[in-house]
């Protein structure tokens, strides 16, 4: 199976007909349509066919086939849906952009250039993203993914450089 990307996450039931509210991380949400029958669960197992009813509270609302109440969606809530990588676009449009996953793996380097660690994961608690670095010695710290932090990315030198807070040092 191919490496998946996190596309969105359910939010909360809409309405009394099965729909569900959906934070999309896609550049445009309403591409979500478009996966529809291939987006995943972050098991593996696909999700059901769902088509987008439109946007509520700057959030997309979606309808899973076979959910008609509120009582069918509202154990959805906070489920992830993913998508296998090879199903995006192989770059994002912009210059300079990448998937946030694809930060995973890089070995992070001070800004002489030296390697003190490498990216073990991304999280996103509601606030911002952060970056995991695993550090040489074995320690594991969580930076804010701020330009002040990381004014470097080379997703294809595989290396970013990590400028820790002045606090940190």
């Known amino acids: 199976m191919s490496k998946t990307i996190l596309i969105a996450r359910l939010a909360a039931p809409h309405g009394v007909q ?16 478009k996966y529809s029958g291939k987006v995943l669960r972050a098991d593996g197992k696909p999700w059901p ?4 009813l439109g946007q509520s509270a700057g959030q ?11 009582n069918d969606v509202e154990s ?7 998508l296998p990588r090879d199903l995006l676009p192989a770059e994002p449009e912009e210059d300079g952009s990448f998937y946030m ?20 994961s ?12 695993e550090h040489t010695n074995g320690a594991c710290e969580l930076y804010t993914f701020t330009e002040a932090n990381f004014p470097e ?9 990590l400028t820790p807070p002045e606090f940190l040092e």
Do not use: M
């Open 60 to 70: 997309i609302l979606l309808h899973f086939t076979g959910h008609t109440s509120r």
């Open 122 to 133: 991304v999280q996103n608690y509601g606030a911002s993203d952060l970056l995991e670095i």
């Open 18 to 33: 099965g729909s569900i509210k959906c934070l999309c991380f896609l550049e445009n949400p309403k591409d979500l349509a």
């Open 101 to 120: 996953e694809d930060l995973v793996g890089l070995q992070a380097l001070n800004t002489a250039g030296e390697k003190i660690g490498k990216v073990i």
């Open 49 to 52: 066919t769902f088509k987008v």
């Open 153 to 161: 990315v080379d997703i294809e030198g595989g290396c970013i450089t």
């Open 76 to 82: 959805l809530r906070g489920q992830e849906l993913w």
